[in-house]
């Protein structure tokens, strides 16, 4: 056998191990998000759900309504986007504070810190609707034990707040969704702490570093990529999540926390008009898209000259 | 390599991204229909009719040994919570994968008919089943559109009747259950105080919401499409109704304002435990019975109208619900699904199941039976004289999703304490409209 076929032979295989994975995810990921795509074109109402392929062609009617910001529809799907661009920066950046704070606490050994973090990973351990549901009830105006505490027995606000319906679903909705990931933050950074070498901590000291200096000189560079990965994985999570707002509110959440992913459910599951929803899930692909590429972009440019 | 490594990432991130964006989606071209492979079996999906999920298991279970027992065909049984009924529907619609029979809320029987979902009962699959004689005219016009092919046939019926509690109205000295609406304010006035109130709306369910939006717009001599079936949620009569029904919480205060939020038959729970005296609900009986009521503790009434005189549409006071039994289109067992729709619309299943849950039977030969207690008695003089479907139009379930949310966000607006106006509902409802689109 010669040298040359052997190279082949060594180089390809690498790539035949990949075939069966690049054939699933084919199907579990490509076609179904092809599927979207197409029927974001098309008029798909309740007539064509057995038989979609027969759907009329809209062009690009569906996306022209979804961005006519001057009517009730694309004005509705403005302001959703706009709620949800607040809400993940909020709750992704308080998730990740917490995460990072709890972390670095966490770092030294301490009696009981098995238990105390086994105890901040539950929440990221219960099953999403079960956790949820709960919230769902302790956040109820009447007999709800948030209304309770806040009430009842400390007396801070004279009558009982709502935090299902009205303005204040969104304060509920984003502790809850941060309740939900930072855990996972948590999990990740303290997987990171474990690289750091002791002995860098300790030489800083003897340099005279305090507490605040190590954590911005020391530990937080030595964080940059797992962090990185960290707040697009949250990023993405928290902008497309479904269950939380679905699960608290229902299937029509109040308008101040209108989340754009139940924004479009309602668009199109509850008032039989797929094209349209499709066409929402376009869009809001195409932004996702934009965002992933140019925070990609940037973090690579940035990280380059310490590289090399 | 290093950049190329990059690269890679890059890429795998985006198609992941996108891969993550669209998750939703989907669907496959289904051809096929209804086909006898297999005989000997059948998936039933049931609503939830009795108190609890349990409960309905417990009820439909030995008569589905009893179906078991004569033909042999083994049902399987589901029972589906009303929050998902619908999205499971169109799910089993879209990919072909379904139940043999299904029930469906009598509202979404034209939507359902123009999906092309269920098996169109033509004469031939309607005389298997026992014909569409059995059944009453007023029920049976809710199983599509008119002059097409039914698509479905009355399993259920309800309707609309108020509730009172007998003991509350006895010590706030009110003699009666109201008659109109002006009578109803005055009695909610009388009832409320002391962290009680007169009535209890379920303000965050919006299909709740939109049928008495409907009801009261036809006591406006108002309707929310027009005889071509183009919407008309904006129109005076519809703003005035909408804000009549929202008013109770606004307005007038008679009940509570945590109503607003109320989703999940709390207001059964709160008439049933005397924290309001009244309820606008159908046949509620063994709701309240699982909520800790007894038998003569409540009283039913039918649902007011705005004057006494009032006759034609404007003493219209509850549409007619209920709850139809339709076979999907792709079963394997269609002439098994024809029996089992048979069986379980036959006299003596009908009596027993709608005596359990409280509804009317829609076969006639059920309904002469002497009326087993006043929410009988109410509910059938009520079906038959003073009740209206529900548009049957294809947009029917947009407007139940479409005006049912503007009311819930009104509530939220009147609970919030700021005020709720005609021109605030002539808003929501002219957004609401608007979102029809066609």
Redesign the interface.
């Known amino acids: 056998m010669s040298t040359r076929t052997e190279r082949i032979r060594r180089a390809g295989m690498p790539y035949l191990l990949l075939v069966p994975a690049l054939v699933l995810?084919l199907i579990?990921?490509?076609a179904?998000?092809v599927?979207?795509?197409v029927?974001a074109f098309k008029d798909l109402t309740?007539?064509y759900?057995?038989?979609?392929?027969s759907a009329p062609w809209a062009g690009l009617g569906n996306f022209r309504?979804a961005v006519d910001f001057d009517?009730?529809?694309g004005e509705?799907l403005l302001r959703s986007f706009g709620i949800t661009c607040a809400f993940t920066v909020l709750a992704v950046g308080l998730a990740w504070l917490l995460g990072v704070t709890a972390a670095i606490l966490m770092q030294d050994a301490f009696r009981g810190r098995a238990a105390l973090r086994a105890l901040f990973l539950t929440p990221y351990a219960l099953p999403v609707y079960a956790a949820v549901i709960t919230w769902s009830f302790l956040l109820?105006?009447?007999g709800g034990l948030v209304n309770h505490v806040l009430h009842d027995q400390l007396g801070l606000v004279d009558e009982p707040p709502?935090w299902?319906?009205?303005?204040n679903s969104f304060l509920a909705l984003v502790v809850v969704s941060v309740w939900r990931t930072w855990p996972f933050a948590f999990l990740m950074l303290t997987a990171a702490l474990q690289n750091i070498p002791r002995d860098v901590y300790e030489a800083s000291a003897l340099d005279g570093a305090g507490i605040w200096r190590q954590i911005r000189h020391v530990t937080l560079p030595a964080l940059r990529p797992v962090n990185m990965v960290l707040l697009?994985v949250l990023f993405?999570w928290t902008f497309?999540d479904f269950n939380v707002p679905f699960v608290l509110f229902?299937?029509?959440a109040?308008?101040s926390a209108d989340l754009i992913s139940l924004h479009?459910?309602?668009s199109s599951?509850?008032?039989?008009?797929?094209g349209?929803?499709?066409a929402m899930?376009?869009l809001?692909?195409l932004f996702?898209?934009v965002v992933?590429?140019c925070y990609?972009?940037l973090t690579?440019e940035r990280s380059r000259p310490r590289?090399r | 390599m290093r950049r190329f490594r990059t690269a890679a990432a890059a890429a795998l991130t985006t198609a992941l991204t996108v891969a993550l964006a669209t998750g939703c989606g989907g669907g496959t071209t289904t051809g096929g229909g209804a086909s006898n492979s297999k005989p000997k079996e059948l998936t039933y999906w049931a609503s939830n009719q009795g108190s609890s999920l349990e409960h309905d298991k417990k009820v439909l279970g030995p008569e589905l040994e009893k179906f078991e027992k004569r033909t042999g065909i083994k049902v399987k049984l589901e029972v589906i919570p009303w929050s998902n009924l619908l999205d499971r529907i169109l799910a089993a619609a879209s990919s072909g994968e379904g139940p043999d029979v299904l029930n469906i809320g009598n509202t979404w029987s034209s939507s359902l008919q123009k999906s092309g979902a269920l098996l169109p009962l033509d004469d031939e699959a309607l005389a298997k089943t026992g014909g569409k004689k059995r059944f009453s005219p007023s029920a049976f016009a809710a199983t599509g559109q008119r002059g097409e092919t039914p698509v479905a046939v009355p399993l259920y019926s309800l309707t609309y009747a108020l509730y009172y509690h007998k003991k509350r109205f006895e010590q706030a000295g009110i003699d009666g259950p109201p008659k109109t609406w002006k009578e109803l304010v005055a009695a909610g006035k009388k009832l409320t105080g002391d962290g009680r109130y007169g009535l209890a709306v379920e303000g965050g369910d919006p299909v709740e919401n939109s049928h008495h939006a409907f009801v009261f717009a036809k006591q406006h001599g108002s309707d929310f499409f027009d005889a071509k079936g183009n919407p008309t949620f904006d129109s005076p009569g519809n703003v005035k109704a909408v804000k009549q029904y929202v008013d109770f919480v606004a307005g007038d205060r008679i009940a509570a304002k945590g109503n607003a939020e109320y989703a999940a038959r709390q207001s059964v729970r709160d008439f049933a435990k005397g924290k309001a005296g009244m309820l606008l609900w159908q046949a509620a009986r063994s709701q309240l019975l699982a909520n800790g009521m007894k038998d003569g503790e409540w009283g039913v009434a039918p649902v007011p109208v705005r004057s006494a005189s009032d006759g034609g549409q404007r003493a219209v006071n509850s549409m007619v619900a209920g709850i139809n039994l339709a076979v999907f289109k792709d079963t394997d067992n269609r002439d098994g699904a024809l029996e089992f729709v048979k069986f379980m619309t036959s006299t003596a299943e009908q009596k027993k199941l709608n005596d359990t849950y409280g509804s009317i039977s829609p076969v006639l030969r059920a309904q002469q039976a002497p009326p087993r207690d006043e929410d009988e008695k109410v509910m059938r003089a009520v079906l038959a004289d003073s009740s209206a479907p529900l548009p049957q139009v294809p947009d029917e379930s947009k407007f139940e999703t479409l005006v049912g949310t503007a009311m819930k966000e009104l509530f939220a607006d009147a609970a919030a304490g700021r005020s709720v106006t005609e021109e605030s509902v002539r808003q929501r409802l002219g957004e609401a409209q608007q979102k029809m689109r066609k």
């Open positions: 995810e579990v990921h490509i179904p998000m599927t979207g795509i029927m309740q007539e759900i057995r038989n979609w392929g309504i009517a009730p529809v509705a109820q105006r009447e709502f299902l319906v009205g303005d697009l993405l497309n229902g299937k029509s109040p308008e479009i459910y309602q599951f509850a008032t039989w008009d797929f349209a929803g499709s899930s376009v809001l692909l996702l898209l992933t590429a990609l972009l690579r590289g």
